[in-house]
């Protein structure tokens, strides 16, 4: 059973507009969440992460929020660049559980047009 | 900067070889982890090490298995190459567990004929 759910395959937002990716997850020992970047050709880079003490963590562009009680979190991007155009999957992990590794949803693929 | 470095971007492997995967990290990370991604699946992970000459399964351990002689250096290996194992595979290392990201390599596009 997927842990980390990703609902969306595709998103296409304008260029300048805001995309927003979105992430559910099941386990509630879930306490760091993380957003990987993804181009064709080269392994997924890190984006952003969360620290289930908070509700929101930015970064320039971009910023997630995570809602603990709907076990959701979201990507939001503005504004939204054609080189935002990538492959995004969201991570979660249970970092009190030693030996445990992240777990990852099967992706967006986001397209920003010009 | 972490790098994480894949030994081959392209193989051509047939049916029943063995395969050789090779990842090597220089920044002195415990965690070692191996997945692959299929389209539509996401990336899966296969094995992972958590320190030297350790491994753990991950969610799809069959038909490969890993070597981990020195700490920068994670191998994974297919031990009779099927079709049903090309893929893009992905090196990852990691500082610690639970809070603290994985970088990945550049991937290896494996194609077995």
């Known amino acids: 059973d997927q842990q980390v759910k990703q609902n969306s395959p595709s998103l296409s937002v304008q260029e300048g507009r805001i995309s927003i990716l979105n992430c559910d997850y099941t386990?509630?020992?879930?306490?760091?969440f993380l957003w990987y970047k993804k181009y064709p050709a080269e392994g997924p880079t890190f984006l952003i992460s969360i620290s289930s003490i908070k509700d929101k963590n930015e970064d320039g562009r971009f910023t997630v929020f995570l809602n603990k009680s709907a076990k959701h979190l979201s990507l939001h991007i503005v504004p939204s660049q054609p080189g935002d155009s990538a492959v995004y999957f969201c991570a979660a992990s249970a970092s009190l559980q030693a030996g445990t590794a992240l777990i990852f949803g099967k992706g967006t693929t986001l397209s920003v047009s010009s | 900067d972490v790098k994480v470095t894949q030994s081959s971007r392209y193989l051509v492997k047939r049916t029943g070889e063995k395969v050789f995967l090779e990842c090597v990290q220089d920044m002195d990370h415990e965690n070692m982890f191996w997945y692959r991604q299929d389209p539509g699946l996401g990336l899966r992970l296969i094995y992972f090490s958590y320190d030297v000459k350790m491994k753990e399964k991950g969610d799809i351990p069959e038909g490969y298995s890993v070597s981990r002689e020195k700490k920068e250096r994670f191998s994974l290996i297919l031990e009779s190459a099927s079709t049903n194992q090309t893929s893009m595979y992905l090196c990852a290392s990691s500082l610690g567990f639970g809070n603290q990201p994985q970088h990945f390599g550049d991937g290896t596009r494996l194609s077995i004929l």
């Open positions: 386990n509630s020992m879930f306490d760091y």
